[in-house]
């Protein structure tokens, strides 16, 4: 069946021009839209580089066979040569290249790089982009190459912000631009340029994209522990609101780590250069055509083919096959780090990936350490909020491997659970004395409240002041958690359930909890098929909650007296199979265990009566923060001209926020309040308490329930 046609894009409204949005994220991966005068780009996405001179594929084809949204060309290439400048001048960019789409430009720095010098002032340059209708053009900043002295890159930094502000002058209203960062391998001054690019400003516009720049040497050294130390150093001080451009990397290989620290936009033309050396891309590396009797990696364009078929060709003719299944490997690739993004795997796919180059491994667990410990400068500041900025909690399983501890997700719900979780107030015979003693449930898969349930109730109807606690694969959880993901979503072999801790780890493990003087009993129950006795109701009834209560505590900071009080007079409803989905107090529903990752839902009455726990004043931004460990629900402030719409059940936009708490956590329950503390909604935030900050379009939280009624 014939296709039709890709329509052209629309531009974006004039109000939108520039601006960034995020619709998804994974710690610091986010699919994004970036919108422009020649469509809205859906990030991450590849800007392939067109020579103007040497269109291996054309720019037609790509925008209607490969979904390819915008693309990068040189400016100064145009403007050198006499012909092409004249055109693009009269016709414009998107004529002279027969492109729909959005179209980005270089300035000629890269030439400057590989040359020595270039031949056009940084005003004449940019004046050029704007006057030919470029989308998104970028300054001639000064390339600082790694091996250059610090006095040198130094220098390269602050001409490169010297020339900011005229640059942004000359722009114009329609012509966005890039402000690149420099630095070489130095993280201090990478820093420093990020502060001075990302505050720069003319008319009231500043940069809308920042590439990080002069990193070609590394990936050509292929020096990538470096290349990511530049990359976290720079987006520790980089405006949120803004895309980041890894500039001049355009390897499959590097997509998914790079994505999953942060990058909103490659460019390469690597998918041409490659094929015009006989060589084609794959995910995991790069192969020789020579090299092969067998396709070990396919696409649409190889298909039906065999390698010497296609070396059989003439060499324009084989660069343009090669051309085309690197084009297609390389969209592929970005769309599978789309797809995990969107359901929170990105580092697992960064994890894979790093096995597939020793230079690339040595990088992931130099990665691995900083999350483990981070440092005190900018890159631990970036690798704390990429783990404060992941949803702690995850759907589906979780494959167990080695690397398991450091993925930033379980790092998340580790850290708030040791920060957060707290031994039980009282007991369920009512008593309130301390613990006197620990049962660890061990040699049991989950779900445990089937395969343990029985074993820990009648445990606790003779023993009632035990903290009862289970043994898995990745640590030690409190039985109140047995439901909460990863730990009951853990994917493995049955061996992994087997009890293999010996009394020095279980000491060491306990210890984290506080609980390493009581005395423990270690339990390995039955099959699942024992049942508790009749008396051993008021224990299930503790039991569950003892979960609400230490949920409401790690996942919504929560103060545990206070979820002691929020479950005052605590009554149920039960699924089919006896799994909690209602929960009521003093009559009124208050909130809803999720079944698929152990979370919890608030109800309007349940966020109404945390809000009303609050005692401080609504968050405002630029303002600090207690230290306190439970700080409450995390508050989102909306300004007073956004209640009446948020109230009735809209979403949360940005641009209509005045403060939101900084232990806020995206994917985790929030409420919304106005300039008062009033509760005007209740949800699920997107974005972080920075991006709500600075940023002002797209949705900020995705409300659940207004708390007006229709007809206020």
């Given at each position: 069946m014939a296709m039709a046609a890709r329509p052209d894009p629309e531009g974006c409204r004039e109000q939108d021009l520039g601006l960034f949005e995020i619709i998804q994220r994974d710690g610091l991966a986010r699919i994004g839209r970036f919108h422009t005068n020649h469509g809205v780009i859906t990030t991450p996405m590849l800007l392939p580089v067109i020579n103007p001179n040497l269109r291996t594929i054309e720019p037609r084809e790509m925008w209607e066979s490969y979904g390819v949204d915008a693309l990068i060309t040189n400016s100064y290439v145009i403007w050198k040569h006499d012909e092409l400048r004249s055109e693009a001048l009269s016709k414009g960019i998107h004529s002279l290249l027969d492109f729909p789409g959005a179209i980005v430009t270089d300035s000629g720095t890269f030439?400057?790089?590989?040359?020595?010098?270039?031949?056009?002032?940084?005003?004449?340059?940019?004046?050029?982009?704007?006057?030919?209708?470029?989308?998104?053009?970028?300054?001639?900043?000064?390339?600082?190459?790694?091996?250059?002295?610090?006095?040198?890159?130094?220098?390269?930094?602050?001409?490169?912000?010297?020339?900011?502000?005229?640059?942004?002058?000359?722009?114009?209203?329609?012509?966005?631009?890039?402000?690149?960062?420099?630095?070489?391998?130095?993280?201090?001054?990478?820093?420093?340029?990020?502060?001075?690019?990302?505050?720069?400003?003319?008319?009231?516009?500043?940069?809308?994209?920042?590439?990080?720049?002069?990193?070609?040497?590394?990936?050509?050294?292929?020096?990538?522990?470096?290349?990511?130390?530049?990359?976290?150093?720079?987006?520790?001080?980089?405006?949120?609101?803004?895309?980041?451009?890894?500039?001049?990397?355009?390897?499959?290989?590097?997509?998914?780590?790079?994505?999953?620290?942060?990058?909103?936009?490659?460019?390469?033309?690597?998918?041409?250069?490659?094929?015009?050396?006989?060589?084609?891309?794959?995910?995991?590396?790069?192969?020789?055509?020579d090299d092969l009797k067998e396709w070990p990696f396919?696409?649409?364009?190889?298909?039906?083919?065999?390698?010497?078929?296609?070396?059989?060709?003439?060499?324009?003719?084989?660069?343009?096959?090669?051309?085309?299944?690197?084009?297609?490997?390389?969209?592929?690739?970005?769309?599978?780090?789309?797809?995990?993004?969107?359901?929170g795997t990105i580092w697992q796919l960064a994890e894979h990936r790093s096995h597939a180059s020793p230079h690339l491994r040595e990088a992931f667990v130099w990665l691995q350490e900083q999350l483990d410990e981070p440092d005190d400068g900018p890159v631990g500041e970036s690798v704390l909020s990429m783990i404060a900025s992941s949803n702690p909690l995850r759907e589906g399983g979780e494959s167990l491997g080695e690397e398991i501890e450091y993925r930033p997700h379980i790092l998340h719900i580790q850290a708030l659970l040791a920060m957060r979780w707290r031994v039980p107030g009282s007991w369920w015979d009512s008593s309130t004395d301390p613990p006197d003693g620990v049962l660890l449930i061990e040699g049991a898969p989950p779900p445990w409240r089937n395969s343990a349930l029985a074993s820990v109730v009648m445990h606790l109807i003779e023993n009632p002041r035990t903290v009862v606690m289970i043994a898995t694969p990745i640590g030690i959880l409190p039985f109140s958690l047995e439901d909460?993901?990863?730990?009951?979503?853990?994917?493995?072999?049955?061996?992994?359930?087997?009890?293999?801790?010996?009394?020095?780890?279980?000491?060491?493990?306990?210890?984290?909890?506080?609980?390493?003087?009581?005395?423990?009993?270690?339990?390995?129950?039955?099959?699942?098929?024992?049942?508790?006795?009749?008396?051993?109701?008021?224990?299930?009834?503790?039991?569950?909650?003892?979960?609400?209560?230490?949920?409401?505590?790690?996942?919504?900071?929560?103060?545990?007296?206070?979820?002691?009080?929020?479950?005052?007079?605590m009554t149920s409803r039960r699924s089919r199979t006896d799994r909690v989905i209602n929960v009521s107090s003093q009559g009124e529903h208050i909130l809803s265990p999720r079944l698929t990752d152990g979370g919890i839902s608030l109800t309007i009455q349940g966020a109404n009566a945390a809000n009303e726990m609050h005692n401080s004043k609504p968050p405002e931004f630029g303002t600090g923060e207690g230290d306190s460990e439970f700080p409450g629900l995390p508050r989102v402030c909306i300004i007073d001209d956004a209640v009446p719409f948020v109230g009735k059940g809209r979403n949360v936009m940005h641009g209509y926020i005045s403060g939101a708490d900084s232990h806020l956590i995206p994917g985790q329950p929030c409420i919304v309040v106005d300039s008062k503390g009033d509760l005007v909604a209740h949800g699920t935030p997107i974005t972080t308490h920075l991006e709500m900050a600075h940023m002002r379009k797209g949705v900020a939280v995705k409300v659940r329930a207004g708390a007006m009624k229709p007809d206020e």
């Open positions: 030439q400057s790089y590989v040359y020595g010098d270039v031949e056009v002032s940084p005003e004449e340059i940019v004046s050029f982009q704007r006057d030919m209708g470029v989308d998104l053009g970028t300054m001639l900043d000064v390339f600082g190459r790694p091996d250059m002295t610090r006095d040198e890159l130094e220098g390269a930094v602050t001409e490169t912000a010297n020339r900011s502000v005229p640059s942004l002058s000359v722009a114009g209203p329609d012509l966005l631009l890039n402000g690149p960062i420099q630095g070489g391998t130095h993280s201090d001054l990478r820093v420093q340029s990020s502060l001075l690019m990302g505050s720069s400003e003319s008319n009231g516009r500043g940069f809308a994209v920042h590439p990080i720049g002069g990193i070609v040497p590394l990936m050509e050294q292929q020096r990538y522990k470096e290349l990511f130390e530049i990359l976290l150093s720079s987006k520790s001080s980089l405006p949120p609101e803004r895309p980041v451009h890894f500039f001049g990397c355009g390897h499959p290989l590097l997509f998914p780590m790079a994505i999953a620290l942060g990058v909103d936009l490659f460019d390469s033309a690597a998918y041409a250069i490659f094929a015009r050396d006989d060589r084609i891309l794959t995910p995991d590396g790069t192969l020789k055509l396919q696409s649409s364009a190889l298909f039906g083919t065999t390698p010497q078929m296609i070396k059989d060709l003439d060499a324009e003719d084989r660069s343009r096959v090669l051309a085309r299944h690197n084009l297609e490997v390389t969209q592929s690739e970005l769309a599978r780090c789309r797809e995990a993004i969107r359901n909460l993901s990863p730990w009951c979503h853990l994917i493995g072999p049955d061996g992994i359930w087997d009890p293999v801790l010996d009394d020095q780890e279980v000491t060491e493990l306990l210890e984290e909890f506080g609980l390493a003087d009581l005395p423990v009993t270690r339990l390995v129950p039955r099959d699942g098929t024992e049942t508790y006795p009749e008396n051993g109701r008021d224990v299930r009834g503790w039991l569950d909650r003892c979960s609400v209560v230490d949920k409401l505590s790690i996942l919504c900071s929560i103060h545990p007296l206070d979820a002691c009080k929020l479950t005052d007079e």
